[in-house]
Nanobody, 128 residues
Framework: QVQLVESGGGLVQAGGSLRLSCAAS????????MGWFRQAPGKEREFVAT????????YYADSVKGRATISRDNAKNTVYLQMNSLKPEDTAVYYC?????????????????????WGQGTQVTVSS
């Protein structure tokens, strides 16, 4: 099991940038695919981005492709999500997640059911 704590959310104007961080603890972090999901009010939690255990493969939702960059530092047990050119529709609670398999996977996981550990979330609000 991996414990996750997100930080870095806040209020930003449209067109601005934020970098979210996710600090992880637990022995299996470096074997896990890590992901970011988000949930806007009244909507389902949706996939944003994932990164393989090595950081060598990354995957993005079409809605953030070209504006988001996911990265990880296994030495620091931390995952990041850099968001640029933010839009009001990016407003949501952003959640960090670790996959439930911890098996050095390829990273292409987009279903919430594939993730077994979740952080408490960090609010991102983009004003127009």
């Amino acid at each position: 099991q991996v414990q996750l704590v997100e930080s870095g959310g806040g209020l930003v104007q449209a067109g601005g940038s934020l970098r979210l961080s996710c600090a992880a603890s637990g022995r299996t972090f470096s074997r896990c695919t890590m992901g970011w999901f988000r949930q806007a009010p009244g909507k389902e939690r949706e996939f944003v981005a994932t990164i393989s255990w090595s950081g060598g493969s990354t995957y993005y939702a079409d809605s953030v492709k070209g504006r988001a960059t996911i990265s990880r530092d296994n030495a620091k047990n931390t995952v990041y999500l850099q968001m640029n050119s933010l839009k009001p529709e990016d407003t949501a609670v952003y959640y960090c997640a670790a996959d439930r398999y911890a098996n050095y996977g390829l990273g292409d996981l987009r279903d919430r059911a594939d993730f077994g550990s979740w952080g408490q979330g960090t609010q991102v609000t983009v004003s127009s």
